[in-house]
């Protein structure tokens, strides 16, 4: 069992950054994949990018490649999303799963966090 907890969402101009963060509690966290996916108001839940329990393996969506950098910290159960210049695009709940699989499908993940809102404003 994992239970996730994102913080670091919040308003901010286009071109500026924010950092999330998804605190993982229970014992098995370091044996997932980690994602993290957006959803903004009327569109599907999308992929946006994931790590490997060692964290020596990333994948991003190509609308945040070379702009979003996904991290974790095994030893702190937590797992990080830099984004940098922001986008009005961007603009979403930005939620962090768990995954016993290598994937970017949304059902491939079997826990997620309650969501952080990120609003980037033009």
């Known amino acids: 069992q994992v239970q996730l907890v994102e913080s670091g969402g919040g308003l901010v101009q286009a071109g500026g950054s924010l950092r999330l963060s998804c605190a993982a509690s229970?014992?098995?966290?370091?044996?997932?994949?980690m994602g993290w996916f957006r959803q903004a108001p009327g569109k599907e839940r999308e992929f946006v990018a994931r790590?490997?329990?060692?964290?020596?393996?990333?994948y991003y969506a190509d609308s945040v490649k070379g702009r979003f950098t996904i991290s974790r910290d095994n030893a702190k159960n937590t797992v990080y999303l830099q984004m940098n210049n922001l986008k009005p695009e961007d603009t979403a709940v930005y939620y962090c799963?768990?995954?016993?699989?290598?994937?970017?499908?949304?059902?491939?993940?079997?826990?997620w966090g309650q969501g952080t809102q990120v609003s980037v404003s033009s």
């Open positions: 799963a768990a995954s016993p699989l290598i994937s970017i499908r949304a059902q491939s993940y079997d826990y």
């Open positions: 229970g014992r098995t966290f370091r044996s997932y994949i």
């Open positions: 790590i490997t329990w060692s964290g020596g393996t990333t």
